[in-house]
Structures are given as C-alpha cells and as structure tokens.
C-alpha cells in the first residue's frame, strides 16, 4: 500500500480547487467535502443527496468504525450544497457518473490524482490525501492534536501527528536546522 501525503500548501489546495472547478461542480463539491471534513472517501461516496440538502449537519455511520458521526456544515459547503443539489431527489447518490450510477472509488481516485498531476503537485496523491490535508491543516490552525485524535478516532497523538505528515515534517526541519 503506498502511503499517500497531505497537500500542506494552501495555494496548491487553491491550484486544485481551480482544476475541479474547470472539470464540473461535482468534483470540486468531493475534494471541498473531503478537505473540509475529515471523512473517509468511501463515507464521502456513500453520501446522498438527502444527507447534505438543507441540512446544517452531516450525519452518517461511518463505514469502516461503524460509529455514528456528525459533522457540522461549514460555510464554504453550505452554499455549494445547496448549488448543487438544487433540483435532485433526497434519494439519489449525491455524487453520480454520468450513467447516473454512484461514483466509484477509483474513480474519484482518478478524479483526485489527474486534477493534482493537473495543478502541478509532486506529491504522492490520492483520495486518503483529502482526509489527510484536512487533519494538516486543523493541526496546523488549532495545534490541538487531541481534537484531532477524537475526530480521527486514533488511539493515540503520536499516530494522530504521523498520520498528517507532522512528525515527518519536523524530522526534516531539524536536520534543516540542524548545522554542526
């Protein structure tokens, strides 16, 4: 399995939010739901139209942990859900392919790492990378890793910093910093 990374700089998130936009609504709807909250693509995918329509929360039973999550609507998604899902049905897949089917992993995979490629990141990429630069970027404001620790159900902070690239990070740092 290889392990992807979080986009740490916000200008290459802006890059990527340009690339989806040029493509459609509903790939810059999945990488603003994946940056913005935290989910599991496949939580993501699962979503349908009902889930996010005029609400204030997302509520949902995450696939892999089987725990009940509720996630408020912050005020970048609230108006592009409500953009988006104008004149759709509760019922259907929020995000559909244009046979109408509910998009697929890889294929929101491919979405993710073409728009990346697109926009000129170097980084290993891939759909966990939303999940992840969410994480960065909340440590990175907040410098609160047990919040992190809860949203992420991690058992520990350790694997909370690893698993957003800070122990990494500052690993590099001090060797950069590091001069004898």
């Given at each position: 399995?290889?392990?992807?990374?979080?986009?740490?700089?916000?200008?290459?998130?802006?890059?990527?939010?340009?690339?989806?936009?040029?493509?459609?609504?509903?790939?810059?709807?999945?990488?603003?739901?994946?940056?913005?909250?935290?989910?599991?693509?496949?939580?993501?995918?699962?979503?349908?139209?009902?889930?996010?329509?005029?609400?204030?929360?997302?509520?949902?039973?995450?696939?892999?942990?089987?725990?009940?999550?509720?996630?408020?609507?912050?005020?970048?998604?609230?108006?592009?859900?409500?953009?988006?899902?104008?004149?759709?049905?509760?019922?259907?897949?929020?995000?559909?392919?244009?046979?109408?089917?509910?998009?697929?992993?890889?294929?929101?995979?491919?979405?993710?790492?073409?728009?990346?490629?697109?926009?000129?990141?170097?980084?290993?990429?891939?759909?966990?990378?939303?999940?992840?630069?969410?994480?960065?970027?909340?440590?990175?404001?907040?410098?609160?890793?047990?919040?992190?620790?809860?949203?992420?159900?991690?058992?520990s902070p350790q694997i909370t910093l690893r698993y957003i690239g800070i122990e990494q990070e500052e690993i590099e740092e001090s060797y950069?910093?590091?001069?004898?």
């Open positions: 399995m290889t392990v992807v990374e979080p986009i740490r700089n916000k200008k290459d998130i802006k890059k990527v939010e340009k690339v989806l936009a040029s493509q459609s609504e509903r790939n810059l709807l999945l990488f603003a739901i994946g940056i913005n909250c935290g989910l599991r693509v496949s939580d993501i995918l699962a979503l349908n139209v009902g889930d996010v329509k005029g609400q204030d929360y997302i509520r949902l039973i995450e696939k892999k942990t089987g725990k009940f999550r509720k996630i408020p609507v912050n005020l970048k998604l609230k108006p592009m859900f409500e953009r988006y899902t104008k004149g759709k049905t509760f019922d259907e897949p929020l995000f559909k392919t244009i046979f109408k089917n509910r998009l697929q992993r890889f294929a929101a995979y491919y979405i993710i790492r073409r728009a990346c490629k697109e926009a000129g990141l170097c980084e290993k990429i891939g759909t966990h990378s939303m999940r992840k630069t969410f994480g960065y970027h909340h440590y990175k404001k907040f410098k609160d890793v047990a919040m992190l620790q809860k949203i992420f159900n991690h058992s950069a910093n590091f001069i004898l």
